[in-house]
């Protein structure tokens, strides 16, 4: 896979996900419609291991690994599929950019990974920015905040998983770390189905929710996987961390303009503060990527 199609896949991919979350939701319960995404995702990652010629290791370091992935597979997903009944697909995306600041925040008392001043001005910004989204009437009216409160647990648990993984997951091949996850997911998602009283009329099921299903298990799940971490290997941090910065607008635009998603003024000025924030927040990688380029090319 060449690096301009991998990149590309992944901005398609991570920008049409929090959609296709949604679309799944239209008829399916929420922890049914996740449940389907991960248990085609979990088969059809058998076959991928095949393919890079790797084995499914169950000794205790491989499964701490799995555990690890697990609080972002089922926790963060989870709340991602629950977000998803009360707000729209791009305000998900908006607010899963707080990532890359939540996992920075995180890293400096956990990993030893010490911010900057300007970090941390950088996630004072990006709490402005979340405050102004929660002035929003899509979200202070009917249940739109229990919607944004399930995106910011989403946005933890994956910040915590990156935390655990670093620490737990080295050795493992990521295919494998996320075959194993996707498999040590599925028995809580069946109890967090049993447990919701989920239960589904086949027959009023739409294709279209089965469609977003079968997106998000082998796009979202599976080549969305293997475009990023070829473009972590392939790439500088700096360029990979760009995709988060223009995912969220894409995602804006798309489930306005094809589902009739609203966008409102405190989202956009919302979304523009915590996307402004995340990028001060990255810009060191970015000047020290521009540095080494200048570096080079005296060299040259």
């Not at 996992?103 to 911010?115: E, I, P, R």
């Not at 493992?172 to 194993?180: A, D, E, F, I, S």
């Not at 299903?213 to 990023?228: D, E, H, N």
């Amino acid at each position: 896979m060449s690096v301009p199609i991998a990149y590309g896949l992944a901005i398609i991919i991570w920008s049409t996900t929090p959609l296709a979350i949604v679309i799944s939701n239209e008829t399916l319960p929420p922890m049914i419609a996740a449940m389907l995404r991960m248990s085609i995702a979990a088969a059809m990652g058998l076959v991928m291991l095949k393919l890079f010629k790797l084995r499914f290791n169950w000794h205790w370091h491989a499964f701490r690994a799995y555990l690890a992935s697990v609080v972002g597979i089922f926790g963060a997903m989870a709340s991602t599929y629950l977000a998803a009944q009360w707000v729209p697909s791009g305000l998900i995306s908006v607010l899963f950019g707080l990532t890359t600041i939540a996992t920075g925040a995180l890293g400096h008392f956990f990993l030893q990974d010490k911010l900057s001043v300007k970090q941390w001005l950088s996630v004072v910004v990006g709490l402005i920015g979340l405050a102004i989204v929660f002035t929003d009437q899509l979200v202070i009216t009917g249940q739109g905040v229990y919607g944004v409160l399930f995106c910011l647990a989403a946005v933890m648990l994956f910040s915590i998983s990156n935390i655990l993984m670093k620490r737990f997951g080295s050795g493992l091949h990521p295919v494998q770390q996320t075959v194993g996850g996707l498999w040590c997911s599925l028995p809580l998602y069946a109890l967090a189905s049993f447990v919701s009283g989920s239960a589904v009329e086949w027959q009023q099921v739409s294709l279209n929710s089965m469609l977003g299903v079968a997106y998000l298990a082998i796009l979202g799940s599976l080549v969305g996987f293997v475009a990023y971490f070829h473009l972590i290997a392939k790439l500088a941090p700096a360029y990979v961390a760009l995709i988060t910065l223009v995912t969220p607008v894409i995602a804006l635009f798309i489930g306005s303009q094809l589902y009739g998603e609203p966008i409102t003024a405190e989202m956009m000025i919302g979304a523009a503060i915590i996307l402004s924030s995340l990028l001060f927040f990255m810009s060191d990688n970015f000047i020290r990527l521009y540095k080494d380029k200048r570096l080079g090319l005296k060299a040259a």
